[in-house]
């Protein structure tokens, strides 16, 4: 779908009853739900990423782990409570988690079948899921706090809001993964992945939807923010995409770094 059209849709999903429709379309139509067994498996390799490298950082594994960004079926904390997490905190700011998923997750990631038909199961299970929910210096503390490609989505002045708050709360380390890439290139595949960079902010807010939101801030940005929240930076990489040649960007993006500026993603751990 040429992306204008789908950034065009996700405006009309903002309506009224747009939120359940986004659903229904993501599952009866373009069958993003259940997740398919390749993606929970990468997911599962995204928890375990989590685990070691607190052991690597601080010792051992954590005993709580904030994760930012639940998504619909929590596949991340069912696989941190598989890799020995006692406790798992995830939060949401908006309440997607759908039981059924949830199932499903847990049918493929456990050993054994558990049984979480109910909030309540959940919890009793070592989850607790918080949406929605802002994170902030009256949550509970935790030894570790994590995203998997959810900081992008964060709007700037409540990216340095969340900052504080995982700082505020994490007592060992917090490690994040991070998509610099236009993602309106996933489904367009004539546009590259540093499309955006194209466009000046008010050019590109109208494209920039809530159901599509990213920040387009870039690797440094991220860096800087978790410095001015008080973390302390342990590793930080970031990779770099390919620009197409006719790739003009605007004037906003003119003071980055090549490498700085073209990276499609990154990982920043701290504490």
Known sequence: MDWRLKALAFRALELPGGAHAHYFLQRHVTRNWPRRTKTLDALAGIARRAIEDYARHVGGTPSSVLEVGSGRDLAVPIALRRLGVAKVVTCDVERLGKLDLIQHAADHILTGHVKLLSWDDLERFGVKYLAPHYVGSDDEPVDCSCSNEVLEHVPTDQLAILLKGLRAVTKGLTT?????????????????????LRYSDKEWRPFNSGKQ??????????????????????EES??????????????????????????????????
């Open 176 to 196: 994040h993964s991070i998509d610099y890439s236009d993602h309106y290139a996933r489904s367009d595949k004539s546009v590259s992945r540093l499309n955006f």
């Open 213 to 234: 939101y990213v920040n387009r801030l870039r690797h440094s940005d991220y860096v800087r923010m978790f410095c001015e929240a008080g973390f302390t930076i342990l």
């Open 238 to 271: 970031s990779v770099v995409g390919e620009p197409p040649p006719d790739l003009k960007i605007a004037d906003q993006f003119k003071r980055y770094d090549p490498p700085d500026l073209f990276a499609i993603k990154g990982r920043i751990v701290a504490a």
